[in-house]
């Protein structure tokens, strides 16, 4: 798929990342950056994965926006490290969970747990704070908890799987007088952190699923000169 080479390579320098950093957030050779950088066509997967090291909407990184719908596949990384699911969800600013896998009796136990913990943690706009941040101890007996989850999940063929990419999108704040979380037409678009989450029966490293249909936020639309409408206030 065509790319903008020139603005891969700009956005990386901008970010004081090396080809080689670039490259093992990416999962990928130097080599493909280098190829990357200098014009050769690159997958969709492969941009993605750019995209979401990067931390910039696949839209600033491909010539035609259009071809980028959500009917592509998202490569989605079975989860080793419980540390780092734990920094994504603290990042996230949106986060879908799903598990696609019956557990039979002797595996629900481990599941039905693992997934408790998860959903402590996934990011939410309502009448409720925030979770607060983890204490160093707390991050260290979760992230044992959910490793232990994990290996005995691993030994049943189950995986923990996640994506991370980003959107451009209005981020609900609270409004005092509407007595709910809502966005307005005359808030700024910005950069949102979103991840993709699945248990899925499954023993590869990278598993490929739709992308979701929707991340519950207002998104940048795409220009539209013929558009004029304004929705005025969207409570969310």
């Known amino acids: ?18 080809q080689e950093k670039l490259a093992i957030l990416s999962s990928v050779s130097p080599r493909t950056v280098q190829r990357a950088e200098a014009g050769a066509g690159m997958s969709l997967e492969t941009l993605n994965d750019f995209a979401a090291s990067l931390e910039v909407p696949l839209s600033e990184l ?31 600013g949106v986060a879908l ?6 557990p039979s009796p002797s595996e629900m136990g ?11 943690r996934l990011p939410h706009w309502d009448h409720e ?7 160093l101890r707390e991050r ?37 007088d509407e ?9 700024r678009f910005e950069r949102v952190m979103t991840l993709q989450i699945l248990i899925a029966r499954s023993a590869d490293s990278k598993i490929y699923r739709k992308a979701p249909e929707s991340w519950g936020l207002e998104e940048e639309p ?10 005025g206030d969207v409570p969310f």
């Open 1 to 18: 798929m065509k790319h903008d080479a020139a603005k891969l390579r700009a956005i990386r320098e901008s970010m004081g990342m090396t």
């Open 62 to 92: 491909v010539h035609d926006p259009d071809k980028t719908g959500r009917d592509i596949q998202t490569a989605l990384r079975r989860v080793t490290i419980a540390r780092t699911l734990l920094d994504d969800l603290a990042r996230a």
């Open 97 to 102: 969970f799903d598990c696609e896998t019956d």
């Open 110 to 120: 481990t599941v039905l747990a693992l997934v408790s913990q998860i959903e402590l």
């Open 129 to 135: 704070q925030a979770p607060a941040s983890l204490s």
């Open 140 to 176: 260290i007996e979760v992230s044992a908890t959910i490793s232990d989850y994990l290996s005995t999940l691993n030994e049943a063929g189950i995986g923990l799987y996640s994506a991370a990419s980003w959107i451009m999108a209005r981020v609900p704040r609270y409004d005092m």
């Open 179 to 187: 007595g709910c979380y809502a966005t307005h037409t005359r808030q």
């Open 222 to 231: 795409k220009p539209d000169p013929a558009s004029g409408d304004d929705w």
